[in-house]
């Protein structure tokens, strides 16, 4: 949004807007020696563009807001339920061995290991399992709760969160990815994932859609 560049007509109606709003129109089209029809589509992409607000039988508004706070408004209504990922589980008696395994043939960077009652117990990243393999356990008999990191040190997100306050942990915890939870009477249930590829789907869709 931030990019979206105003014709010389555009800018004349968002002045026109700013300085007489609310304004009809045909008021505008008016003061601009136009026809209603000539102005209509510069209406139309300066509303849906979100630099003007239309009220029924009142007429045009300047909603007061830069390219940069759109596109603030528009990071507000991506949420996580629209962008996760199906998530990458394996259970905590699984061998160390065998995580390398699933991480390497499931492309991922991280797993969510659960325990019996399938409830989130712990995370598994790359460097955790790089760590495990240099030195000189036997892989094969490791399991990966010994390694892991466990509840409650697991930063998780739910699927209605904002993709932007995701974005924010990643950061903060300098992480690859987030498990998205439902909590249950047992514990956390896995339903998800988020990761920096699934923000980065998300924003080139927002710019795609703008």
Do not use: W
Not at 38 to 61: C, E, K, N, S
Not at 138 to 156: D, F, G, H, K, Y
Request: charged share 25%; proline share 3%; glycine share 6%.
């Amino acid at each position: 949004m931030s990019t979206i560049e105003l014709n010389k007509r555009q800018e004349q109606i968002l002045e026109i807007v700013k300085d007489n709003g609310p304004i009809t129109g045909e008021q505008i089209a008016e003061r601009l020696n136009l026809t209603r029809a000539t102005l209509r589509p510069d209406l139309a992409i300066l509303t849906m563009a979100g630099f003007l607000d239309a009220r029924p039988r009142v007429g045009y508004f300047y909603t007061g807001k830069s390219g940069v706070q759109l596109l603030t408004d528009n990071l507000n209504k991506l949420f996580v339920r629209d962008y996760q990922s199906i998530p990458v589980v394996i259970n905590e008696n699984v061998s160390v061995y065998d995580a390398i395994v699933t991480m390497f043939l499931e492309d991922v960077g991280t797993l969510f290991v659960v325990d019996q009652k399938n409830v989130l117990a712990g995370v598994l990243s790359r460097k955790d399992l790089l760590r495990a393999s240099i030195g000189k356990q036997e892989l094969n008999t490791l399991p990966v709760n010994i390694i892991m990191t466990r509840m409650p040190n697991i930063t998780v997100c739910e699927k209605d969160d904002l993709l932007i306050d995701v974005a924010k942990k990643l950061i903060e915890k300098q992480i690859d990815s987030l498990p998205v939870v439902k909590e249950t009477e047992k514990g956390f249930e896995v339903i998800g994932r988020v990761t920096k590829t699934n923000l980065t789907k998300a924003l080139v869709a927002l710019a795609t859609d703008h």
